[in-house]
Nanobody, 124 residues
């Protein structure tokens, strides 16, 4: 199983970035995908998640209305469009897959597979 996150970088406050997560080898086709982030000295926190259908999504309150999660099942790829970025969005962003749950979860323990992370830095 491989999850490869990319698209991070340095951006000014108010700017935008689009993260991409390419997946391969997952044991199930009906899996939930999510994005999490971890800032220095803080615990990993939930950002957004989406079901395979794309109809059901879940967002953290801190990013709702600014971030949009989407997926292209034909390409086995997950996206996170991040707009109106703030310095407090600075973190390493991880993509994750939950092959077994029936509902979208924000709990890190629900996700069995993780990517390596991509750094997002927002300057003020």
């Amino acid at each position: 199983v491989q999850l490869q996150a990319s698209g991070g970088g340095l951006v000014q406050s108010g700017g935008s970035l689009r993260l991409t997560c390419a997946t391969s080898g997952l044991p199930s086709t009906n899996y939930i995908m999510g994005w999490f982030r971890q800032a220095p000295g803080k615990e990993r926190e939930f950002v957004a998640a989406i079901r395979r259908s794309g109809v059901s999504t879940k967002y953290a309150d801190s990013v709702r209305g600014r971030f949009t999660i989407s997926r292209d099942n034909a390409k086995n790829t997950l996206y996170l469009q991040m707009n109106s970025l703030k310095p407090e969005d600075t973190a390493v962003y991880y993509c994750a897959a939950d092959p077994y749950s029936q509902t979208v979860s924000g709990r890190t323990s629900a996700y069995s597979y993780w990517g390596q992370g991509t750094q997002v830095t927002v300057s003020s």
